[in-house]
């Protein structure tokens, strides 16, 4: 059984995703169209069932138009966090590289079509 954090966050994200697919008039098919998802991983994540990959979350954050960290600051705005300097450092250079990897794999995919 997950632990209340998860069960927040999880709730948190999911309230918000689907307030944003509302917003932007998205059906959950088009979202995940968008996201290069299906739209049961969204359906998913809307119903707290699934917690979106790394990889998902940034594409959802691309197609709303907004940072990966204004959504973490909506999403668990309600979370008191102390992370320590060395945490920070691990965690940004975590974040760094998944970004690059995303990035690399997007423009690899792009040469491969032209």
């Not at 069932?49 to 790394?54: D, G, H, I, L, Q």
């Not at 309600?78 to 760094?96: P, Q, Y």
């Amino acid at each position: 059984m997950p632990n209340q954090d998860f069960q927040n966050e999880l709730h948190n994200l999911g309230k918000l995703s689907k307030d944003l697919r509302e917003m932007f008039k998205l059906s959950q098919t088009r979202l995940g169209k968008l996201a290069g998802v299906s739209r049961s991983v969204i359906a998913d994540m809307e119903q707290e069932k699934r917690f979106p990959s790394m990889l998902t979350l940034l594409k959802l954050c691309d197609v709303f138009g907004i940072t990966p960290a204004e959504l973490a600051a909506e999403a668990f705005h309600d979370w008191e966090i102390t992370v320590s300097k060395a945490e920070r450092s691990l965690m940004h250079k975590t974040l760094r590289n998944s970004f690059h990897k995303v990035v690399t794999d997007a423009a690899i995919s792009k040469l491969r079509k032209e």
